[in-house]
Each structure stands twice: as C-alpha cells, then as structure tokens.
C-alpha cells in the first residue's frame, strides 16, 4: 500500500534533533507494522495541497499545533481536498488535527474544549465494533496533546469510542473517512517533552497528570493496525461488514 501523508505541521525545532519529524514518526510506527508500506509526504502547512486524489492508496493526515478554525488559507485548501478525497470513495485517516479537519470538512463543528488540554494517555471506551478492529479489544487508550474537540458530527458519522473528556474520540465517517482524536505515532518520551515545552500554555497541574499517566500503557501499535485493516477494506469498497 502506497500512503499519502498530509504533513499539517513540524516538531518543535528544540525537539526535533531527539524525536525526529512527524513524517519519520508516522513512517517509523506503521513500517514496525507492515514493512511493505511506502509513503509520500505533501507538506500542506507550507501550501502543497494535492492535486490527485489517484496519486496514493490512502490517505493520513499528521496532527497539528494549529486549528480548524484558525482561518487559515491553507487549512481552508486542505479542507477542499479532504471533500475531494470524499466525493471519490479514497479512503482518509485523520489523526487529532485530522480527525478535526474531517469533522469540519464535511459540516460538523469542532470546538476548544471547555475541558481544557488533554495530554498524556487518554482511556477510552469503544463503544461499537466495527469489522476492521481486528484484533478485538474494548479499550483505545492512546497519547494525546489537545484542545479542540468534535462538539458536532458531519452526516453519515458513527461514533465508535469515547470518554467523558472527549465524547468523539474515534469517529467512522461513511465507508472511507476515520478519524482518531489520539496520536498513535506520539512515542511517550515525545509526549513527556512536548507537555514540559507547553508547561504555561497547558498548565502545571495538568502536565502533571499528563506525566503521571504516561505510566499506562498504550495501544499505539493497535490502532495502527486498525488503520491499515480500514484503509484496506475501504479500498475493497467496503469500510465495514459489521
């Protein structure tokens, strides 16, 4: 399977020489999982959209430290795209920004949560089970660094996992679209360095809660297969059987 990451931002530069960029991290995760996966990178937040949506597989898009509905130019470019992608049945995969931008994309709202951050591991409870979650478990439990949330699903959305902080933490949209509030490629010593960068802006006691829960184990490598079993069967023109 050839993938098509949409790059939606850069790690930190103050980061980046201990943790890599998001492309290596996404790359690094999923090749662990399928050794056969090639990739191409589009850096969106520099304004490359794509031009065919035949020119991958699949799609996947990266998190980002910007918003849905900050207004800007390229956002609102990719936005188009992702209704692109949709009208052709391609299958998408939005991770944290993504799962957003899909909400917001196709007509739903996405809100900063009166909840505050979400960082460190997120617990999450799948609430139906679709026939790619294979293997079968009744738990999501991944990173996570926001504070936007889906607050209203596009048509033809399922919820499929959730928590009291965030109600929409996995949602399937139609047969091809995925989105995942959680990052999955976010390694716990990334997540612990990202939480003590953003120390002011998340707050101290909610780092603090952040780092303690990095001592859960997580369900990274799950969910990556998880992905892949979806963007395979929606390729077949079936995103789920049941």
């Known amino acids: 399977m050839h ?14 020489e201990a943790h890599g960029n998001y492309p290596e991290m996404f790359q690094h995760l999923f090749t662990s ?28 898009t990266t998190g980002s430290k910007f918003g849905v509905n900050d207004g800007l130019a390229w956002v609102d470019a990719l936005c188009g795209f992702v209704r692109e992608l949709w ?8 991770i944290c920004f993504g799962h ?6 196709l007509g739903g709202e996405v809100v900063k949560s009166p909840r505050g951050w979400g960082v460190g591991v997120s617990f999450n ?20 660094s926001h504070q936007d949330q889906v607050e209203e699903l596009p048509p033809q959305t399922r919820v499929l996992a959730e928590s009291d902080f965030c109600p929409v933490y996995l949602m399937q949209v139609g047969e ?18 990202l939480m003590q960068l953003r120390r002011e802006l ?17 369900d990274d490598t799950l969910m ?9 069967r929606a390729m077949e023109g079936g995103g789920d059987d049941g």
């Open 3 to 16: 993938i098509g990451l949409l790059q939606c931002d850069d790690v930190a530069p103050e980061l980046r």
């Open 33 to 60: 999982v399928d050794p056969t996966l090639t990739f191409r990178v589009w850096r969106c937040l520099d304004g490359e959209i794509p031009d065919d949506v035949n020119a991958v597989d699949a799609w996947l």
């Open 87 to 94: 009208h052709s049945g391609k299958p998408l995969v939005g």
């Open 100 to 105: 957003q931008l899909i909400a917001r994309a």
């Open 125 to 144: 409870r799948v609430t139906e089970r679709a026939g790619w979650m294979e293997p079968w478990q009744e738990g999501l439990d991944l990173v996570v």
């Open 176 to 193: 091809h679209f995925l989105g995942v509030q959680g990052h999955p490629e976010f390694a716990k010593p990334y997540s612990r360095d």
């Open 202 to 218: 998340v707050g101290a006691h909610r780092v603090r809660e952040g780092q303690a829960s990095l001592n859960a184990p997580v």
């Open 224 to 232: 990556v297969r998880w992905i892949l079993n979806f963007m395979k």
